[in-house]
């Protein structure tokens, strides 16, 4: 029996490993998203292909990792690499991509997105700033 691949619950795992409230995605994919429409785009088992472009452009993850990753494929090969008999060995005719590298891609980009986040913010109490000045 095939595995399904649940593309809106791997936008969700994404989303919180980078540590982005369902209200911050929202707010990146413009102004006709919400957090309910998140919440919504999270329960699908199927998202469309534009979406899963945008949110991949947002969240600065390959849109592979929302089509194919799956967790039970993940935790298996984690567990069979770092379980108590040491280095184990799982053949893979098809991989799909190496879980821990990502997980490691996704940390450095976690840090450049804060990092932006903060840049933003400051640019944002700037304008109100000078707003306020201006009135």
Not at 15 to 37: H, S, Y
Not at 52 to 66: G, H, N, T
Not at 97 to 110: A, G, M, N
């Amino acid at each position: 029996m095939e595995q399904k691949i649940h593309q809106g619950r791997n936008v969700k795992r994404f989303r919180e490993m980078l540590g982005i409230k369902q209200e911050a995605l929202a707010f990146d994919l413009g102004e006709d998203w919400n957090q309910k429409k998140i919440s919504i785009l999270e329960q699908k088992e199927v998202v469309e292909e534009s979406l899963l472009q945008k949110i991949s452009e947002v969240l600065k993850i390959p849109v592979e990792a929302f089509r194919n990753f799956d967790e039970e494929q993940a935790v298996n090969v984690i567990a069979n690499t770092f379980g108590d008999h040491g280095i184990g060995y799982q053949k893979n005719d098809n991989p799909i991509f190496h879980p821990i590298e990502q997980i490691l891609k996704l940390h450095e980009e976690k840090i450049a997105l804060y990092e932006r986040m903060l840049k933003e913010k400051d640019e944002m109490m700037t304008r109100l700033e000078n707003i306020i000045k201006s009135k």
